[in-house]
């Protein structure tokens, strides 16, 4: 089943990768973005890669690109990296089944194959993750269609944890809010598997998530452990609202840890 639908989508020559990304930076670069700080509209990309895919790796340095290029503006990347690609050479060390999971769920309520590089925005859209042009084109559509439910998040860090903080006034009770554990920038030297030989660039890596229903929750904490080598200026959370059911994401914040 998933491993069908790998092995086909990870068919793709290194070659094509590396041109793929060279091709990608240029028009991302050259891109105009005017997202006006008056509109409440954002956008949420989740982006399930892996460092044993072939064509993954320009999906992973178009991230990079969108995270530079939208700087400071209501675009959310998040970096979720599974776990099914690690029986053929290399073990991610980034991956989990949880990531896996997650992705089943959108093949699920999308119809769509499951697939690397695979891109979701506002939990209700998705395509090729490398796709430059339709990243592009999705990114401006949401942030003039949507409206961000409000959201307020905190994080504090101890010797043993960060503890996040977290107030919303939504009222859908079918409605959960996934809070985030962030590494924004990471690399691997990837030594099996497709790409074994490159020195692989990731970017806002998911790490942890924490679902809180809000059935019974508006307000509260949760804790995650802290990360080896932790600094505060490469890591951040990130918390949306979804409804499970129809994966629409309803709001999105982000809290730098202090």
């Given amino acids: 089943m998933i491993l069908k639908n790998l092995l086909t989508v990870g068919a793709f020559t290194t070659f094509l990768f590396a041109a793929s990304a060279f091709i990608q930076k240029d028009e991302i670069k050259t891109a105009h973005h005017d997202i006006s700080t008056e509109n409440k509209g954002f956008a949420v990309l989740e982006l399930f890669t892996s460092e044993g895919c072939s064509s993954c ?3 992973d340095d178009l ?3 969108i995270q530079k290029e939208y700087k400071d503006q209501p675009v959310y990347i998040l970096s979720y990296h599974v776990d099914y690609w690690n029986r053929l050479g290399w073990k991610d060390r980034f991956s989990s089944a949880e990531n896996s999971q997650r992705q089943q769920a ?5 119809k ?4 690397t590089p695979q891109l979701v925005v506002n939990g209700n859209t998705e395509f090729v993750g490398s796709d430059s042009n339709a990243v592009e084109n999705a990114i401006q559509k949401v942030i003039m269609s949507s409206k961000n439910v409000s959201i307020n998040l905190s994080a504090a860090v101890s010797q043993k944890a960060i503890t996040i903080s977290f107030k919303t006034t939504q009222t859908d009770s079918q409605d959960k809010l996934l809070i985030n554990l962030v590494e924004k920038k990471s690399s691997t030297q990837v ?6 030989g490159h020195r692989l660039q990731h970017w806002q890596i998911v790490h942890e998530q924490e679902k809180v229903s809000l059935k019974d929750y508006h307000e509260g904490t949760v804790n995650f452990k802290l990360p080896d080598n932790f600094s505060s200026d490469n890591w951040e959370v990130i918390g949306f609202i979804q409804n499970p059911k129809t994966g629409t994401i309803s709001g999105v914040s982000r809290a730098i840890i202090q």
């Avoid at 030594?191 to 074994?196: A, I, K, M, S, T």
């Fill in 57 to 59: 790796p320009p999906a």
């Fill in 63 to 65: 991230m990079g690109q």
């Fill in 106 to 110: 959108y093949s699920r309520l999308l």
């Fill in 112 to 115: 769509s194959q499951t697939y």
């Fill in 191 to 196: 030594n099996g598997g497709e790409n074994e």
